[in-house]
């Protein structure tokens, strides 16, 4: 599938802030749900946040929950990850996704464009 093109990770310092971004201008046809995941080593990638087409829905996991902000420009062809307070347990590989033909925003299955990933490292 088409290729997303995250940016924005980084090393901070717990309770530090990053935002995160991904450039879907490269998508053809994206009219689904879009969705940030993360996979930290040795663990499986878990969806972080989640929102509709529209950003009217939104969904985010209980671990991230305050802390987080998922949003996107649409002029801008860019979703972000706000990602506030962040905590030991945060770091990973940060990855955007897009549904490509709409199939529910908490259809984690259907996410079929990816980006790279990008490293969130959190330590003191």
């Known amino acids: 599938q088409e290729q997303l093109v995250e940016s924005g990770g980084g090393l901070v310092q717990p309770g530090g802030s990053l935002r995160l971004s991904c450039d879907v201008s490269?998508?053809?046809?994206?009219?689904?749900?879009r969705a940030w995941f993360r996979q930290a080593p040795e663990k499986e990638r878990e969806v972080v946040s989640a929102?509709?087409?529209?950003?009217?829905?939104?969904w985010y996991a209980d671990s991230v929950k305050g802390r987080f902000i998922i949003s996107k420009d649409d002029a801008k062809n860019t979703m972000y990850l706000q990602m506030n307070h962040l905590k030991l347990e945060d770091p990973g590989v940060y990855y955007c996704a897009v549904q490509t033909s709409p199939s529910g925003l908490l259809a984690f299955d259907a996410y079929d464009n990816w980006g790279q990933g990008t490293q969130v490292t959190v330590s003191s």
């Open positions: 490269k998508l053809t046809q994206s009219l689904g749900a």
């Open positions: 929102m509709t087409i529209t950003g009217l829905n939104t």
